[in-house]
């Protein structure tokens, strides 16, 4: 592996009265590598940023950036840094061309560089339509995405990217995700930060899942499915919720049922072993109606990510739940 452009050492960031927003956090990142920081709202991932670029300063530990100490000298993550921020953009006032090109010529691109790179985002992310659009007449969506290519058109070595695809339509996602692993393979290190467990998974080569301040899982995602890589994955929906947590139940005590069964809403999901017995079981339900539909395949980083944080927060939306389902995750015993 080559050096670490950032390094992340035994990081602690405590507010007052002892709330740790992040407790002992380590990672790095390689230029050419895109590392993902995953974990639901308010699990300490956007404070993990502010603390790399300067914006707030440790309680404890040690970020190297480049070789150099970024705490000690701040001004060093100005220099090697791009961060495009959760918050919207501020493009009152100016167009979407207006304001990549302006960020690439400040940035240090010469101008006609400038105006090439944001033809070349403005197509590559399919805004064209909206390049030349007042910014206050634009979708979230589309602010989302001239805000990733103002940090893109002439990145630092290290980009960060605090929920990128947030407002972004399902098309637009898949060419931003595109456009994130060319920034790495142009050498690039790159940070995505992220709840969404799906996306994530496709568009990151290492992973650290955050669970209230702490690293509670961090490696491939092939190393984080581990044991359930070989195993199949059965999903339920159910006609309603109610039946969704009487099926849960039922499909816990089955012996093909090879952990506990996580629940969101009407759909329940569990790593199982022996594929025929489980199509045969979930064929008999849904004859007579407790299920609606049923797949098998393979276990998603999802399976993995619930199972590291729980369900007991509300604001942990798999895309499982944002394709339909209701409540939080519940693991079922």
């Not at 960031?13 to 308010?42: C, M, P, T, W």
């Not at 060093?76 to 690439?104: H, W």
């Not at 105006?115 to 910014?135: H, Q, V």
């Not at 499909?251 to 594929?275: D, I, K």
Request: with cysteine; proline share 6%; hydrophobic share 40%.
């Amino acid at each position: 592996m080559p050096e670490p452009l950032l390094r992340v050492e035994h990081l602690t960031k405590e507010y007052r009265r002892g709330v740790r927003a992040n407790d002992d956090i380590s990672f790095e990142v390689a230029a050419g590598q895109v590392v993902g920081l995953l974990g639901h709202n308010g699990a300490g991932k956007t404070t993990l940023l502010n603390q790399v670029v300067g914006l707030v300063r440790p309680s404890s530990g040690k970020i190297t950036l480049d070789g150099q100490d970024a705490i000690a000298h701040p001004a060093t993550a100005r220099t090697l840094c791009s961060l495009q921020p959760q918050g919207r953009a501020p493009l009152d006032g100016v167009t979407p061309r207006q304001a990549i090109t302006m960020m690439a010529r400040i940035r240090g691109a010469g101008r006609h560089r400038a105006r090439e790179r944001a033809d070349e985002l403005l197509d590559a992310l399919d805004i064209g339509r909206w390049a030349d659009r007042p910014g206050s007449a634009l979708s979230g969506g589309v602010r989302r995405l001239t805000a990733f290519g103002m940090t893109a058109a002439e990145p630092g070595r290290l980009v960060m990217l605090d929920e990128p695809t947030n407002d972004v339509d399902p098309v637009r996602r898949r060419l931003l995700w595109e456009q994130v692993r060319a920034l790495a393979d142009r050498g690039c290190a790159v940070v995505l930060v992220t709840h969404n467990v799906i996306e994530a998974e496709r568009a990151v080569d290492t992973l650290a899942v955050l669970d209230k301040g702490r690293v509670v899982a961090q490696g491939t995602p092939a190393e984080l499915r581990g044991d359930q890589a070989g195993r199949l994955r059965l999903e339920l929906v159910a006609p309603d919720e109610p039946t969704g947590v009487d099926l849960a139940r039922r499909f816990a005590g089955e012996m093909f049922c090879a952990a506990t069964p996580v629940r969101v809403g009407r759909r329940v999901s569990a790593p199982v072993t022996g594929a025929e017995a489980a199509a045969t079981w979930s064929q008999r339900h849904q004859d007579t109606g407790t299920i609606e539909e049923f797949t098998l395949s393979p276990p998603s980083l999802e399976d993995v990510y619930i199972r590291l944080v729980g369900g007991d927060d509300p604001s942990n939306t798999t895309t499982t739940e944002q394709e339909g389902g209701a409540g939080h995750a519940e693991l079922v015993a």
